[in-house]
Nanobody, 122 residues
Framework: QVQLVESGGGLVQAGGSLRLSCAAS????????MGWFRQAPGKEREFVAA????????TYANSVKGRFTISKDNAKNTVYLQMNSLKPEDTAVYYC???????????????WGQGTQVTVSS
C-alpha cells in the first residue's frame, strides 16, 4: 500500500499563492506517476496536474497552465503543487493521487490522499 498525506491548503486572497505538498510513504516503488486533482462543491473531481516519478514529464489542465507548477523531490518522496495567481474559481478540495500510469484521468490512480481545502476569496 501507498499512503499519501497532503498539506499546505488554506485561505488566500485572489492573486495570492499557496504551495501544496504530498508526502508519499509505503510501497512507493509501485507507482510511476503522481497527480493533483480537485473537487469543488457540487462539481465532479477534475484533473489539475501530473508528474512522472522517473522522468520530469509534467502535464497541466488548461485552466491552471501558466499559474500552477508541479514538482517533486524523489529523495523525500514528496510532490508539490505551487499555485500562483489564484482565482476564486480555484476554490476546491485538492487531492493528491498516485498510480502506475501517467494520466490526466483519475482512473489509473489507485492511491489517494485525504484532501486539503483551498479557499480563494475575491
Amino acid at each position: 500500500q501507498v499512503q499519501l498525506v497532503e498539506s499546505g491548503g488554506g485561505l488566500v486572497q485572489a492573486g495570492g499563492s499557496l504551495r501544496l505538498s504530498c508526502a508519499a510513504s509505503g510501497r512507493t516503488f509501485i507507482t510511476n506517476a503522481m497527480g493533483w486533482f480537485r473537487q469543488a462543491p457540487g462539481k465532479e473531481r477534475e484533473f489539475v496536474a501530473a508528474i512522472s516519478w522517473g522522468a520530469d514529464t509534467t502535464t497541466y489542465a488548461n485552466s491552471v497552465k501558466g499559474r500552477f507548477t508541479i514538482s517533486k523531490d524523489n529523495a523525500k518522496n514528496t510532490v508539490y503543487l505551487q499555485m500562483n495567481s489564484l482565482k476564486p474559481e480555484d476554490t476546491a478540495v485538492y487531492y493528491c493521487a498516485a498510480g502506475p500510469l501517467f494520466s490526466t484521468s483519475p482512473r489509473p490512480y489507485n492511491h489517494w490522499g485525504q484532501g486539503t481545502q483551498v479557499t480563494v476569496s475575491s
